[in-house]
C-alpha cells in the first residue's frame, strides 16, 4: 500500500505529466497552424447571446456564405505576401451551441486568465457538437439583437485552444463588420497581437496602421486587421464597414509566419 508520501509524489508526477502533454500539444498545433502548407480548417458556431427572437431569427437564417468574406480575406491577403497555399482557411458553418460560456471576470488577474483559459477550453469540447472532419480552429459568435443599446464585449481569441469568442450583431448589414472582428479573433488564435492602444481603442502607429508610411499620415484609407480601424486623424478613427477595407500589415504577417518580401506595400488598385 502507497504511504502519503509516495502517493503525494505520484499525484505531482502524474500532474506534471500532464502539463507536459498540454504543452507538447499547444506547441504542436501552433506548428501545424502556422506552417501554411495546408487550409486551416475553421468552424463558426453561432450562440444566441440574449435569447431574443430576432437574435434567433438570424441565427436560423444564416448560411455558410455569410463567412465568404473572411475566405476572400485570407486568400487575397495570403496572395500579397506570397504564401503557397492557395486556400489558407476554409470556413464552415457548424450548429448552433445553446450553453453559454463561462464568464470572464471583471479586472481579471493573471490567475483569473488562466483559468478563464482552461475553463472556456473546457467547455468549448463539451458543447462541440460537430459531426464532420475535425477543425482547426474554433470561433464562437455569440450574437445580440441590433436593438442591444447595451455596447459589446469585448471578443477574444486564445491562442492555447485554438478558440475564438466573437460577440457580434444579429443583423445582416452588420455582418461585414463580424467578419472583421472575427477575422481579428481568428488571427489572435495564430498568435498576433493587438496593435491598438487598449484604453483609446486607437491603432498604434506603425505596426496598427495599414500604410505607415503614408505622408501626409492622415488619413488613412484602410485598417490593419490587429489594428482594428481605418485612423482618420491623430484621435479619431472609424470601424471598417468589411474586410474588403483591411489588410494584414507586415507586423502581424511575420507574427503569423507569412514571408514578408522587402519593400512590400499595398496595392493601389484598392
Given at each position: 500500500?502507497?504511504?502519503?508520501?509516495?502517493?503525494?509524489?505520484?499525484?505531482?508526477?502524474?500532474?506534471?505529466?500532464?502539463?507536459?502533454?498540454v504543452a507538447l500539444n499547444s506547441w504542436l498545433s501552433r506548428?501545424?497552424?502556422?506552417?501554411?502548407?495546408?487550409?486551416?480548417?475553421?468552424?463558426?458556431?453561432?450562440?444566441?447571446?440574449?435569447?431574443?427572437?430576432?437574435?434567433?431569427?438570424?441565427?436560423?437564417?444564416?448560411?455558410?456564405?455569410?463567412?465568404?468574406?473572411?475566405?476572400?480575406?485570407?486568400?487575397?491577403?495570403?496572395?500579397?505576401?506570397?504564401?503557397?497555399?492557395?486556400?489558407?482557411?476554409?470556413?464552415?458553418?457548424?450548429?448552433?451551441?445553446?450553453?453559454?460560456?463561462?464568464?470572464?471576470?471583471?479586472?481579471?488577474?493573471?490567475?483569473?486568465?488562466?483559468?478563464?483559459?482552461?475553463?472556456?477550453?473546457?467547455?468549448?469540447?463539451?458543447?462541440?457538437?460537430?459531426?464532420?472532419?475535425?477543425?482547426?480552429?474554433?470561433?464562437?459568435?455569440?450574437?445580440?439583437?441590433?436593438?442591444?443599446?447595451?455596447?459589446?464585449?469585448?471578443?477574444?481569441?486564445?491562442?492555447?485552444?485554438?478558440?475564438?469568442?466573437?460577440?457580434?450583431?444579429?443583423?445582416?448589414?452588420?455582418?461585414?463588420?463580424?467578419?472583421?472582428?472575427?477575422?481579428?479573433?481568428?488571427?489572435?488564435?495564430?498568435?498576433?497581437?493587438?496593435?491598438?492602444?487598449?484604453?483609446?481603442?486607437?491603432?498604434?502607429?506603425?505596426?496598427?496602421?495599414?500604410?505607415?508610411?503614408?505622408?501626409?499620415?492622415?488619413?488613412?484609407?484602410?485598417?490593419?486587421?490587429?489594428?482594428?480601424?481605418?485612423?482618420?486623424?491623430?484621435?479619431?478613427?472609424?470601424?471598417?464597414?468589411?474586410?474588403?477595407?483591411?489588410?494584414?500589415?507586415?507586423?502581424?504577417?511575420?507574427?503569423?509566419?507569412w514571408p514578408v518580401p522587402d519593400g512590400l506595400a499595398v496595392?493601389?488598385?484598392?
Amino acid at each position: 500500500m502507497l504511504n502519503a508520501r509516495t502517493f503525494r509524489n505520484l499525484r505531482i508526477l502524474i500532474l506534471l505529466l500532464i502539463l507536459l502533454a498540454v504543452a507538447l500539444n499547444s506547441w504542436l498545433s501552433r506548428i501545424r497552424t502556422t506552417d501554411w502548407q495546408e487550409t486551416l480548417w475553421v468552424l463558426v458556431y453561432p450562440l444566441n447571446g440574449d435569447g431574443r427572437a430576432d437574435t434567433q431569427a438570424y441565427i436560423d437564417s444564416l448560411s455558410g456564405d455569410a463567412f465568404d468574406g473572411i475566405e476572400r480575406f485570407f486568400t487575397r491577403e495570403a496572395g500579397r505576401y506570397g504564401v503557397a497555399s492557395v486556400d489558407p482557411v476554409f470556413v464552415q458553418l457548424a450548429p448552433q451551441v445553446f450553453a453559454s460560456p463561462p464568464k470572464l471576470p471583471q479586472n481579471p488577474s493573471l490567475f483569473d486568465n488562466v483559468r478563464w483559459s482552461l475553463s472556456m477550453r473546457w467547455w468549448a469540447w463539451r458543447n462541440d457538437s460537430w459531426q464532420g472532419p475535425a477543425a482547426d480552429i474554433r470561433i464562437f459568435m455569440r450574437y445580440y439583437s441590433p436593438q442591444n443599446r447595451e455596447p459589446l464585449a469585448h471578443s477574444l481569441g486564445l491562442q492555447k485552444g485554438l478558440i475564438g469568442l466573437v460577440n457580434a450583431f444579429a443583423d445582416e448589414r452588420n455582418q461585414g463588420q463580424n467578419n472583421v472582428v472575427a477575422a481579428h479573433e481568428l488571427l489572435h488564435t495564430l498568435g498576433a497581437s493587438d496593435k491598438y492602444d487598449l484604453n483609446s481603442g486607437l491603432p498604434l502607429w506603425p505596426d496598427g496602421f495599414a500604410e505607415p508610411d503614408q505622408v501626409p499620415r492622415y488619413p488613412q484609407r484602410l485598417a490593419e486587421i490587429m489594428g482594428g480601424r481605418v485612423p482618420i486623424s491623430d484621435g479619431r478613427a472609424l470601424i471598417p464597414p468589411s474586410l474588403d477595407a483591411v489588410v494584414v500589415g507586415t507586423g502581424t504577417a511575420l507574427e503569423i509566419n507569412w514571408p514578408v518580401p522587402d519593400g512590400l506595400a499595398v496595392t493601389a488598385d484598392r
